[in-house]
């Protein structure tokens, strides 16, 4: 096996011994994982939270968020489309889940980012014009005090350990960082491609190293779609919802053992008091029941 990994670069399995097995092309990349937690989290938390694009509301100021929020409670929209949080993109906002990252990128998003952007792009190049101008001032101060030492330790080029001393005994300095434009122009509509297009507003706006390894998974997703058929198919939205449904389920903490049995009944009992109430209900039941909670019953 080590030596099939030195001349190979991979590690050996079983399928390898057919010759028709294509291991690139015949692993599956699970679409909800790779889209909705992969690229649409990314672009969301890494890049618009933690880039600070969106900001959240201060004592004294409202902020892109509040306004984020604002259209999102104006949505009318059936119950079983996953509604995201009232505080989405702050702490008190808690983690998402694929289904609301889906709701997000799919629903709410196209249609209130534009506004957004609309809204908060002309205060954002403001702030980016002022904060650049603070940084050349910082920037030439910091470069007749401290540039010399710093190129010298830097290239390696301090002088001799005779002249030395003076080097040795000033405080490296680190310069000063370059202002960042926090809200890119574009963005809005480049968002509104993120299925066709991923790779366009993450080089172009963002530079490669905002890339991630999703990116390039994303790449091959025409080709899963092209053997397996559509995503519905075959991403993990289904096993990832009966873990959800497994763990609702009351186990008294149990955790000694035979676990799985006592899921298997709880979930037979929910199943058969579904059926008996359709059964015995019909129309009423059809009425009262959310749709996706129907299908599970199917």
């Not at 534009?114 to 980016?128: D, T, Y």
């Not at 926090?182 to 297009?197: I, N, Q, S, T, W």
């Amino acid at each position: 096996r080590e030596d099939f990994f030195s001349k190979y670069g991979t590690r050996w399995f079983e399928f390898a011994r057919l010759k028709y097995f294509d291991p690139i092309r015949m692993t599956v990349i699970d679409p909800m994982h790779n889209l909705l937690i992969g690229v649409l989290k990314n672009h969301w938390y890494s890049i618009w939270i933690q880039g600070k694009a969106l900001r959240a509301k201060t004592q004294k100021n409202k902020r892109e968020l509040d306004l984020v929020h604002e259209l999102l409670n104006s949505f009318e929209i059936p119950s079983f489309v996953g509604r995201p949080a009232r505080q989405v993109g702050e702490p008190a906002g808690g983690s998402l889940s694929a289904d609301t990252y889906k709701g997000l990128g799919c629903v709410f998003l196209p249609a209130l980012i534009p506004f957004v952007w609309e809204a908060s792009l002309p205060g954002a190049h403001k702030e980016f014009q002022q904060a650049n101008e603070t940084f050349s001032r910082r920037y030439d101060e910091w470069q007749k005090k401290h540039g010399d030492v710093y190129l010298a330790h830097q290239e390696g080029t301090a002088p001799k350990w005779s002249q030395a001393s003076t080097v040795r005994n000033k405080k490296l300095v680190e310069p000063p960082k370059a202002a960042e434009l926090r809200m890119h122009p574009g963005d809005d509509f480049l968002f509104l491609k993120l299925g066709a297009a991923t790779k366009i507003y993450t080089q172009q706006r963002y530079g490669i190293e905002k890339m991630k390894p999703n990116h390039h998974f994303l790449v091959h997703l025409p080709a899963q779609i092209h053997d397996y058929g559509p995503v519905y198919g075959f991403w993990c939205f289904l096993g990832e919802r009966l873990n959800k449904l497994l763990k609702s389920f009351q186990s008294n903490n149990w955790g000694g053992g035979q676990l799985e049995v006592s899921m298997m009944r709880e979930w037979g009992r929910d199943v058969q008091l579904h059926e008996m109430v359709r059964v015995h209900c019909g129309d009423l039941f059809e009425v009262l029941t959310p749709k996706h909670m129907l299908n599970s019953c199917a």
